[in-house]
C-alpha cells in the first residue's frame, strides 16, 4: 500500500513537511429469519419463506405475504449469533488462503500498465466467477505507466562495492551508459532541505534517514516523503536522487515505490532507493573522504489502459444498498505481491462468500482496484460510479498486509447505533478493539469516493513487520502468516454479516 492522501495532509500540517501524493507512495430474509426465530422459537434452520413454510405449512404466496408485514413492522437487523457462527467457520476455512496462493503463484507480479496486469484482470474475472459472484464485470481506465528497465549501480571509489538498488516509480532515465558522480550525504530529509542551493552541484544527493518502525502506518507516513524527494535534489544541482530505502528491516532488499509526479515546471532527476546497509555504507565511506557512485537507470512510460475488476454477492433487497470492499490487484514489480495486496483480496473475498451463505439484505461488492501503487484506480472508480454513490453505504480496503488486525474503526457516532453495538463483543475474542475515534482513512482506492461522502471503515492490521517487506522481492507468501490471514477474514465477516444485515445508513444527520 502506499501512504494514504488523508494521513499525509494531517502529518505534513504537524510537521510543516510536503505533502505526498498518497495513491503514489483500500434482507428480507434475514429479518424473516428474525422474527420467525422469535414467534416460533426454532432454534436453527433454514430462513425467509420456505422456513414459514416448512414450520407451519402456509401456502406460499400467504408466507410472502407475512413477510412483507413483518418488515414494514420492523426494522432490519443483524443475528449477532449467526455473525459469531460465520467468524468461527472463518478461524477453520481457507478459501483466502487458496485466492492468495493462486494470484502469487499464477500471475505473480502485475504492475498496472505491464502485461502481466492483462493477465491478472482475466485471473481476477475467472475467480469471481468460480467463486459465484455475479455482476462479475471489468471496468478499464487510462493509465499512463512507467516501467522498469534494466538497473545497476556501484561504489567506484574508494572503496568498490556493488550497491542493490531499486529504481522509483516516475523516475526519469539516466543516460543509456549510466552517470559517475561523487555523492552528498545527508541523514535526513530536513537536513538536505537546510542545506544551501549550491551544496549538491554536480552531485547524487543521498538522503540516508532511517525508518520508525511501529503497529500502525505513522512510522512510514513520517518516512515517505524522502521518496518523492528528488526535487529537492534537483534545485540544489544534484545529477541524481538515492533515498535510503523507506524500511524497517536491516536486509540488503531495497525497497521500490513510487514518488509524486512532478507539477509543471518541477526538475526531477533519476531516482533510486538503495537497500539499507548499502545506505550505510556510502555514510560510513563519506566520513572517511568522497565517495564516488556509477549509477545507471532505465524505464519507459507508456500510455495503456488499466483495469478494476469487480463482483458481488447480490443482496435480497435491492434498494437496502451496497457494500463496496476489496483490495489492489496490482503490485510491484519484484516480489509476488502476497501482502501488498493479494491478501486483502483474498481476505475479502472469502468474508464476502462466507457472508453469502446467510443471504445478506444487502449487496457486498468486492472490488479489485487496478492501480493502487503508481495511483489512478480509486478516482477512476469515483468517475465510473458517480451517479451511484449515493447508494454505496459503506466502503472499506484491506491493504496494509496480512498480519493481526488489531482494531475497528467505523464512522462516526457508529458505536452509538443498537444494531452495530454486538460488534464490539464480536471482535472482541480476536484481539480486537472497538476503536473510539472514527475512521478517517479507509485506503487510498477508496479515498476519492470518501472525499465525494462515501462513508469508510477501517480494520486495522499490525504494521509491525509490514515494512521490512513492503515493496522489494521478498513480498511472497513465505511471508505470510496462516493464522493471521484467517483472523483477518473473521474480523472482516462479522462486521460485514453485521452491516450487511442492518439498515444503519451511516451518513451524517440520519437516524440510522
Ligand atoms: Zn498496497
Known amino acids: 500500500?502506499?501512504?494514504?492522501?488523508?494521513?499525509?495532509?494531517?502529518?505534513?500540517?504537524?510537521?510543516?513537511?510536503?505533502?505526498?501524493?498518497?495513491?503514489?507512495?483500500?434482507?428480507?430474509?434475514?429479518?424473516?429469519?428474525?422474527?420467525?426465530?422469535?414467534?416460533?422459537?426454532?432454534?436453527?434452520?433454514?430462513?425467509?419463506?420456505?422456513?414459514?413454510?416448512?414450520?407451519?405449512?402456509?401456502?406460499?404466496?400467504?408466507?410472502?405475504?407475512?413477510?412483507?408485514?413483518?418488515?414494514?413492522?420492523?426494522?432490519a437487523s443483524a443475528d449477532p449469533a449467526t455473525a459469531a457462527r460465520l467468524r468461527d467457520a472463518a478461524l477453520g476455512d481457507d478459501t483466502a488462503w487458496s485466492i492468495l496462493e493462486s494470484l502469487t503463484t499464477e500471475v505473480g507480479p502485475r504492475p498496472?500498465?505491464?502485461?502481466?496486469?492483462?493477465?491478472?484482470?482475466d485471473w481476477g474475472v475467472a475467480k469471481f466467477t468460480a467463486l459465484g459472484f455475479t455482476n462479475v464485470h471489468v471496468e478499464p481506465f487510462a493509465k499512463?505507466?512507467?516501467?522498469?528497465?534494466?538497473?545497476?549501480?556501484?561504489?567506484?571509489?574508494?572503496?568498490?562495492?556493488?550497491?542493490a538498488l531499486l529504481g522509483i516509480g516516475n523516475s526519469p532515465s539516466t543516460p543509456p551508459e549510466g552517470l559517475t558522480a561523487e555523492v552528498a550525504v545527508f541523514?535526513?530529509?530536513?537536513?538536505?532541505?537546510?542545506?544551501?542551493?549550491?551544496?549538491?552541484?554536480?552531485?547524487i544527493v543521498l538522503v540516508n534517514q532511517p525508518m520508525t518502525r511501529t503497529q500502525d502506518i505513522w512510522g512510514y507516513g513520517l518516512g515517505v516523503a524522502a521518496r518523492s524527494a528528488a526535487p529537492e535534489a534537483a534545485k540544489r544541482g544534484a545529477v541524481a536522487y538515492l533515498v535510503r530505502?523507506?524500511?524497517?528491516?536491516?536486509?540488503?532488499?531495497?525497497?521500490?515505490?513510487?514518488?509524486?509526479?512532478?507539477?509543471?515546471?518541477?526538475?526531477v532527476v533519476p531516482t533510486a532507493a538503495l537497500g539499507v546497509p548499502d545506505a550505510d555504507l556510502i555514510e560510513h565511506m563519506s566520513a572517511r573522504g568522497p565517495v564516488t557512485v556509477h549509477l545507471a537507470l532505465q524505464s519507459h512510460v507508456v500510455d495503456t489502459t488499466a483495469w478494476t475488476v469487480s463482483g458481488d454477492i447480490a443482496g435480497s433487497d435491492p434498494r437496502a444498498g451496497v457494500i463496496v470492499i476489496g483490495g489492489h490487484l496490482d503490485s510491484w514489480d519484484p516480489g509476488t505481491g502476497a501482502i501488498d495486496d493479494a491478501s486483502g483480496i483474498?481476505?475479502?473475498?472469502?468474508?464476502?462468500?462466507?457472508?453469502?451463505?446467510?443471504?445478506?439484505?444487502?449487496?457486498?461488492?468486492?472490488?479489485?482496484?487496478?492501480?493502487?501503487?503508481?495511483?489512478?484506480?480509486?478516482?477512476?472508480?469515483l468517475a465510473a460510479?458517480?451517479?451511484e454513490l449515493g447508494n454505496i453505504v459503506i466502503a472499506g480496503e484491506s491493504d496494509l498486509g496480512a498480519d493481526n488486525i488489531f482494531s475497528l474503526q467505523l464512522p462516526a457516532g457508529s458505536w452509538e447505533k443498537p444494531d452495530l453495538k454486538p460488534l464490539e463483543s464480536l471482535v472482541a475474542p480476536l484481539k480486537i478493539m472497538a476503536a473510539p475515534a472514527p475512521a478517517e482513512d479507509g485506503g487510498s482506492d477508496i479515498e476519492a469516493i470518501h472525499g465525494?461522502?462515501?462513508?469508510?471503515?477501517?480494520?486495522?492490521?499490525?504494521?509491525?513487520?509490514?515494512?521490512?517487506?513492503?515493496?522489494?522481492?521478498?513480498?511472497?507468501?513465505?511471508?505470510?502468516?496462516?493464522?493471521?490471514?484467517?483472523?483477518?477474514?473473521?474480523?472482516?465477516t462479522a462486521v460485514l454479516e453485521t452491516i450487511a444485515n442492518s439498515d444503519v445508513t451511516f451518513r451524517a444527520g440520519k437516524k440510522k
Request: aromatic share 6%.
Open 144 to 163: 499512463t505507466a512507467w516501467l522498469r528497465g534494466a538497473e545497476s549501480a556501484e561504489i567506484v571509489g574508494p572503496f568498490p562495492h556493488r550497491l
Open 452 to 492: 465525494a461522502g462515501v462513508p469508510v471503515l477501517a480494520l486495522n492490521q499490525d504494521a509491525s513487520r509490514y515494512f521490512d517487506y513492503h515493496h522489494t522481492a521478498d513480498d511472497t507468501l513465505a511471508i505470510v502468516d496462516p493464522l493471521q490471514l484467517k483472523q483477518n477474514v473473521a474480523a472482516w
Open 187 to 203: 541523514k535526513s530529509l530536513a537536513e538536505l532541505k537546510a542545506a544551501p542551493g549550491n551544496c549538491c552541484t554536480g552531485k
Open 346 to 381: 483474498a481476505i475479502t473475498m472469502e468474508a464476502a462468500k462466507l457472508v453469502a451463505t446467510t443471504h445478506p439484505r444487502r449487496t457486498i461488492r468486492v472490488v479489485m482496484w487496478g492501480s493502487e501503487e503508481t495511483g489512478g484506480s480509486g478516482d477512476a472508480y
Open 112 to 121: 498496472a500498465g505491464s502485461p502481466a496486469a492483462a493477465v491478472a484482470r
Open 245 to 267: 530505502s523507506i524500511s524497517t528491516s536491516t536486509n540488503r532488499s531495497p525497497h521500490t515505490g513510487a514518488m509524486r509526479p512532478p507539477g509543471p515546471g518541477v526538475k
Open 385 to 387: 460510479h458517480k451517479a
Open 1 to 75: 500500500m502506499t501512504v494514504h492522501a488523508a494521513l499525509v495532509q494531517r502529518l505534513s500540517a504537524a510537521l510543516s513537511t510536503s505533502a505526498v501524493d498518497n495513491s503514489v507512495d483500500r434482507g428480507a430474509a434475514r429479518a424473516a429469519n428474525r422474527l420467525a426465530l422469535h414467534y416460533f422459537s426454532a432454534g436453527v434452520g433454514g430462513r425467509g419463506d420456505s422456513f414459514f413454510a416448512r414450520t407451519i405449512k402456509l401456502p406460499k404466496l400467504l408466507v410472502s405475504a407475512a413477510c412483507a408485514t413483518f418488515l414494514l413492522a420492523a426494522p
